[in-house]
């Protein structure tokens, strides 16, 4: 689909709000297109340098990593995306520190099947490893069959993951506050002791790691929902989204900005980027075509059928996908898909796809393609530009996470003919002008307490 940038009338005051961007990894998600030639492996390490490379040649601000804790699986099978596993983030993005100079570096970690104390350790390492690139990616989880793959297995309730990760993130910066700043005969500051008492965690001791380069690692959120806007509201530095509209984009930047206030913080303290993909043609009418085919390519007959069973629960592989969806009901307690969120009602979700199907005569596989699109800009170079600077103009966005479609080479043009014309219009960077992922996001650098316990 292509975004709606309907105008805003009054742009004057943020005529050069600068964009901030960021690259995902595709790897193992749907998006990629994995049939063809240019892609590569989404495990090997030189798949990961060259997107990393590609995006530190644009000026980005950040390199993105998703992570899941358990193989997918479906009808008892290992979903075909992840039959070649899934590297862990942190041990990547310590690779890439050595490889890259400015770009920062993201890693997604689960709050909910990990401890404060390592956590936080191994993500001031990559702090200081990198001189201050390092983010955190705040996720959750509560599903039984992720938990299967640890010793508490799948032990929260579903109301229990925002708290837990609300304190989680809390301790961590706890810790990473444990150590006075630096001083004449303590380069690395002093190491105080730490103690931390609450519904979650019971710990106390010395941290092993000195205040990092940019005194915390940047913490990172994804979600839209109640829960998530206010815990990143509360914590988060930036929150990772997803809305189709110009409109969507903005009630969402005003909602989660309305709610810093409370919190002691400014808007600013908080960048919105949604997650977003691309198609760049020579005309608005090739770079379509180009977006039709790279999303029949996504969306194969086969996969459309998956697609369809992940959200009705139900073997349906003797529907045709060329025809109508099918008449019978979800089965919202079915355990058909594991380890992949399936989101909202499934009952409601039916709904609405049956609606959409009947009112534009849409097959499975076109009822698939239109809505699991992800949010895409399609045009030519200029008309891109044009769209992602009003986004970030008109308040809908500080900037986006821009998701390719082939890895790794799928950042390239954006990169070579979009990156140019942003900077044209003075509203993306032309060279770094700081060494820390803080300084490249306009972040304030958080008080060093160093306080004893």
Known sequence: ?????????????????????????????????????????????????????????????????????????????????????????????????????????????NATFNEPYELARRLATLDHLSAGRAAWNVVTSSDAFTGENFRRGGYLDRADRYTRAAEFVATARELWDSWTPPAPGAPYGTPRPFAH????????????????????????????????????????????????????????????????????????DLKIMPGVTFVLGDSDSEAQERAAEIRGQQVSPQNAILALEQVWGRDLSAYDPDGPLPGIDPDPDSELVQGRVRHGDALAVAAKWRALSEAKGLSIRQTV???????????????????????????????????????????????????????????????????????????????GKGSAA
């Open 1 to 109: 689909m292509t975004i709606d940038t309907d105008t805003d009338t009054d742009t004057s005051r943020t005529a050069h709000k600068r964009i901030h961007l960021a690259a995902h990894f595709p790897g193992v998600n749907s998006t990629t297109v994995w049939s063809d030639p240019r892609s590569r492996s989404q495990i090997d390490f030189s798949s990961f340098e060259a997107l990393a490379r590609t995006a530190e040649r644009g000026k980005f601000d950040f390199f993105f990593l998703a992570e899941g804790l358990r193989l997918r699986e479906h009808k008892g099978l290992i979903h075909d995306l992840d039959v070649v596993g899934r590297p862990e983030s942190l041990t990547v993005l310590s690779a890439l520190a050595a490889v890259t100079d400015r770009l920062g570096l993201a890693a997604t970690v």
């Open 197 to 268: 008492s609450g519904r979650q965690f019971e710990i106390e001791g010395e941290f092993t790691v000195p205040r990092s380069p940019q005194g915390h690692p940047v913490v990172i959120q994804a979600g839209d929902s109640e829960e998530g806007r206010e815990f990143a509201a509360s914590a988060a530095d930036v929150i990772f989204t997803r809305h189709g509209t110009l409109e969507a984009g903005r009630e969402f930047y005003t909602d989660t900005k309305s709610r810093l206030a409370k919190y002691g913080r400014d808007p600013d």
């Open 369 to 447: 393609i239109e809505t699991t699109a992800r949010q895409s800009f399609i045009g030519t170079p200029e008309s891109v530009a044009e769209s992602l600077d009003t986004f970030v103009r008109t308040g809908a966005a500080d900037g986006f996470i821009l998701v390719p479609h082939l890895t790794p080479g799928g950042l390239d043009d954006f990169v070579d003919r979009v990156v140019p014309l942003l900077q044209e219009r003075g509203v993306f960077r032309t060279e770094y002008e700081g060494t820390t992922l803080r300084s490249h996001l306009g972040l304030p650098a958080p008080e």
